[in-house]
């Protein structure tokens, strides 16, 4: 077993589910675990380490190589700690099945963790360290929820050249990934007896008109705004409640939604769009945003120096777009040019038997290192 392999399975012994999941179940979850053993890997590896609070016992974790000269640049590493929760427990204990790695964060994104925080370190021992580059491994917290960690770095100033966000992407450089806005949708009634339904107002028929033109009349328009990388904006009901019990006529009705954005669309674009929506379809409904913080879009120039050596060091000619939302476009909003780029495939990712490629994982290192050693 390779020392790399063995490191990712380490990590993924130790359980990081976001507490967004499981409030209730302290012993799996946080990133605390995690942070603490990388903490002392990276000193064993003769690496700076230090620590940026983010949340009540949580914090992002810092491991620096400084450069040899006066530091003229910097480059980020920037995976995150955190996992999705789990159908079953034994997703937790890592397994090694023929040339896979099965557990939670196999492959989101300990795989990353593990490749990057590896690349750093063998950089180091080499002794040829970046003459005037500063290396740091930025280990976040909250990815999986509302990306406090990554918040929380552009708050308190951190800065860099450029950021590479680990992400399952296949080992592709990623340049564009869509945004992403949570709205709840509320329409309101008057309740009623159910044998008299006529003096009441069914706020769920309301919202059945409200779902019925997002789903069919607004998805088709959405299909229209392309993107060159990243296809086309779209529309998602995700969730929906409403009444209390049969014979009552609802007076409210509640639906979530997932609008996934183009770069140039923002949270109060999307709103005015959906107000215009309504208003032309006579339908009353309230809007509310459910996250914190910008949800943007991701559009990084593939032309810039450092993207485009990351992208020859790869092997790779033409820049990548996914669909999913990530820390980059944080950090790019607060003036971090940031891609993704990490070992495995994202649709391992969440799933019930979460695995990652050995070949995959080990690549991941080769190809980061390789990139670390032409920093000047």
Known sequence: MSKLVRFLQELVALPSINPAFLEDRPELTGEQRVADFLMAWSARAGLEVETMPVLEGRFNLVVTLRSKGRTQQRVVLAPHLDTASVPDETLLTPRRKGDRIYGRGTCDTKGCVA???????????????????????????????????????????????????????????????????????????????????????????????????????????LRLKRHPLLRHATINVGTIEGGKQPNIVPDACRISIDRRTLPGEDLESVMAELRALFRA??????????????????????????????MRTVGQRKPVGVDYFCDAAVLSAGGIPSVVFGPGDIAQAHTADEWIAIDSLERGADRLEQFLRTLP
Not at 142 to 153: F, I, L
Not at 285 to 310: F, I, W, Y
């Open 281 to 310: 379809h006579g339908l009353k409904a309230r809007l509310t945003n459910m996250r914190g913080g910008p949800c943007v879009a991701l559009e990084t120039d593939s032309n810039q120096p450092l993207v485009r050596a990351l």
């Open 115 to 221: 490749a990057m925080l590896e690349a750093v370190a063998r950089v180091a021992k080499s002794g040829k360290r970046p003459d005037s580059t500063e290396i740091v491994f930025l280990g976040l917290v909250d990815e999986e929820s509302g990306q406090e960690g990554s918040r929380a770095a552009v708050e308190a100033g951190f800065r860099a050249d450029l950021a590479i966000v680990g992400e399952p992407t296949q080992l592709k450089v990623v340049t564009a990934h869509k945004g992403d806005v949570w709205l709840q949708i509320d329409t309101v009634g008057k309740a009623a007896h159910g044998s008299r339904p006529e003096l009441g107002k069914n706020a769920i028929h309301e919202m059945s008109r409200v779902v019925s033109v997002l789903e069919t009349e607004y998805a088709a328009a």
